[in-house]
């Protein structure tokens, strides 16, 4: 028995089988499409594990991006967040230095006030 896959002398066989009569070139002809039947089966299966493996390697690229990307986006919340507790108190000091300044300019005021009028 032939190796399957020597595709030369499996063609030599089946010109030999088709040159006998009608009925072995009938075999011949089954036999040819039964190999072309099996090779297109493990081409095709063959590509769709590679398929398969090449997602499973996206997905894990994917899935490690949104990762680093929540984390990213985890670490600038929590400055930004600090960044306005800080401006928050400082902009609550600053309103508090601007009421005295006001109350002391008004007292100025009043002053000036009773002594023009």
């Known amino acids: ?10 063609i030599e066989t089946v010109n ?9 070139l009938l075999i011949a002809t089954l ?13 095709f299966t063959a590509q ?13 690229q994917f899935t490690a991006q949104v990762k ?6 985890q670490t600038v919340m929590e400055r930004f967040t600090e960044h306005l507790i800080k401006t928050n108190a ?4 600053l309103m508090a230095h601007n ?5 002391r300019n008004t007292h100025a005021l009043e ?3 009773r002594k023009l009028g």
């Open 16 to 24: 030999y089988a088709a040159s006998q009569n009608d009925r072995w």
């Open 99 to 103: 009421t005295k300044a006001l109350e």
């Open 68 to 73: 680093d990307a929540r984390a990213e986006s």
């Open 90 to 93: 400082d902009l609550s000091l």
């Open 111 to 113: 002053k000036v006030e």
């Open 48 to 60: 769709i594990q590679i398929g398969r493996v090449e997602s499973q390697e996206v997905t894990k």
């Open 1 to 10: 028995m032939q190796d399957p896959t020597d595709l030369p002398g499996l």
């Open 31 to 43: 036999v040819l499409f039964i190999v072309a039947g099996g090779w297109m089966t493990r081409y």
